[in-house]
């Protein structure tokens, strides 16, 4: 890496725009992505790729099979990526979600309070680390008395979130 440059701050309205991810069956990812978790397909190509967004985006997540097709997942410890973070709007489409993962019985590795933000974890089939989780308004993030932020992991209260959903949705069964 060059050590001359000048220090440079991204700006502020940068996002992360998409995550693009190798899969080793697109059906069975697919049924994860699309069936599970709601996001729209957006565009196929042929029987190798998908894209899929939310909201009519061209797309958020792609899956592919291009260099990995029927291959195993990633070894859990070998460099690579952790997790990708999916951002729902509100802490009711948290709950939503939450309730479908319930009802399938699909397995959530964890759940977790950070103070600025509620998320629950989970792998995708390919082994992939999934968080789902919404941010709390900024004027509720927890400050320190010298300004800084202070982020926490304690554990998620499961049944308050689901009590966010309203007589009108799914519920989960007992």
């Known amino acids: 890496m060059n050590h001359t440059l000048p220090p440079y701050t991204a700006p502020s ?3 992360i725009g998409h995550v693009h991810l ?8 697919l049924s994860f992505y699309h069936d ?3 996001f729209d397909i957006t565009m196929r190509y042929g029987h190798q790729a998908v894209f899929l967004s939310a909201g009519g985006y061209h797309h958020h997540i792609g899956i592919n099979i291009w260099y990995s097709h029927h291959a195993p997942p990633a070894p859990l ?7 990708f973070a999916i951002l729902y709007p509100t802490r009711k489409d948290l709950a939503v979600v939450l309730n479908r993962l319930l009802l399938a019985e699909y397995p959530i590795t964890g759940a977790s309070d950070h103070g600025v933000s509620e998320a629950i974890y989970l792998n995708d089939p ?7 989780y919404w941010d709390r308004p900024r004027e509720q993030w927890p400050f320190l008395p010298d300004g800084s932020l202070h982020m926490y992991t304690r554990a998620l209260d499961l049944e308050n979130l689901l009590g966010e959903l309203s007589s009108g949705h799914e519920s989960r069964s007992e």
Do not use: F, M, P
């Open 13 to 15: 309205q940068t996002r």
């Open 36 to 38: 599970l978790l709601g």
């Open 126 to 132: 390919d082994g992939n680390g999934v968080e789902l």
């Open 22 to 29: 190798k899969v080793a069956d697109l059906e069975r990812s």
């Open 77 to 83: 410890h070998a460099a690579g990526l952790y997790h």
